[in-house]
């Protein structure tokens, strides 16, 4: 999710300052994806420059409240309506961690693969004890983002059990002898077999 439209969809709601921004946003989505103050006026400063807010004079406290624009909604709808694209989301660093670990002499790929099996099935764990903690119906947006990352985390389960197995059947190039030839391959059991 950007945290442009997360912005504006709370905007949506009502007139907010950065720091009701950064609460709510928190809240909406159950704290599983922490903004930095610092995100948060970034962002509001950019949507303004493009037009899709406006910043309101400064309280007495102050906080300088922001709005959402008609082009700020139109956006917002617009986001809505759109599927997210697979080609849209941040490259996945466990999988390219897995490949690189492949190809990198020295590294024990089946251990980098048990490590984070484990650390997941902790995370699974963790988010589940999370989801029967409430259930209220105003925190239904918090136990959909907690089932979505517990779909996430079962799945990447399953990616890894399927990467143990591919690496148990994958067999690594024979190493070639200096002379560019394989070495011979001696069947144990055929030796036994003629002894």
Same mark, same amino acid.
């Given at each position: 999710m @950007? *945290?442009? &439209?997360?912005l504006? !969809?709370?905007?949506?709601? /009502?007139?907010? =300052?950065? =720091?009701?921004?950064r609460?709510? +946003?928190?809240? @909406?989505?159950?704290?599983?994806w922490?903004?930095? *103050? /610092?995100?948060?006026y970034?962002?509001?400063?950019?949507?303004?420059?493009?037009g899709?807010?406006?910043?309101?004079?400064? &309280?007495e /406290?102050?906080?300088?409240? =922001?709005?959402i624009?008609? %082009?700020?909604?139109?956006?917002? !709808?617009?986001? +809505?309506?759109?599927? *997210? @694209?697979?080609?849209d989301?941040?490259?996945?660093?466990?999988?390219i961690?897995? %490949?690189?670990?492949?190809?990198?002499? /020295?590294?024990?790929?089946? !251990?980098?693969?048990?490590?984070?099996?484990?650390?997941?099935?902790?995370?699974?764990?963790?988010?589940?004890?999370?989801? =029967?903690?409430?259930?209220?119906?105003?925190?239904?947006?918090?136990?959909l983002?907690?089932? !979505?990352?517990? +779909?996430q985390?079962e %799945?990447?389960v399953?990616?890894?059990?399927h990467?143990?197995?591919?690496?148990?059947? &994958?067999?690594?190039?024979?190493?070639?002898?200096?002379?560019?030839?394989?070495?011979?391959?001696?069947?144990?059991?055929?030796e036994?077999?003629?002894?």
């Amino acid at each position: 999710m @950007s *945290i442009r &439209h997360g912005l504006l !969809a709370l905007l949506e709601r /009502g007139q907010m =300052y950065g =720091y009701q921004l950064r609460a709510s +946003f928190e809240e @909406s989505t159950g704290s599983t994806w922490p903004l930095n *103050i /610092g995100q948060v006026y970034t962002t509001l400063n950019r949507l303004e420059r493009d037009g899709l807010v406006r910043s309101l004079p400064e &309280h007495e /406290g102050g906080q300088r409240p =922001y709005e959402i624009t008609d %082009a700020g909604r139109a956006d917002l !709808a617009l986001w +809505f309506v759109t599927p *997210i @694209s697979r080609t849209d989301r941040p490259r996945d660093e466990l999988s390219i961690k897995l %490949a690189l670990a492949l190809t990198t002499p /020295g590294v024990d790929v089946r !251990a980098v693969v048990q490590t984070q099996r484990s650390a997941t099935m902790r995370t699974l764990q963790e988010l589940t004890r999370l989801k =029967y903690t409430s259930d209220r119906p105003e925190d239904l947006p918090w136990r959909l983002v907690l089932d !979505a990352m517990m +779909f996430q985390a079962e %799945a990447e389960v399953r990616w890894l059990d399927h990467c143990e197995t591919s690496l148990v059947r &994958h067999r690594p190039a024979t190493p070639t002898t200096r002379t560019g030839s394989p070495p011979e391959v001696v069947d144990r059991a055929d030796e036994e077999a003629h002894r």
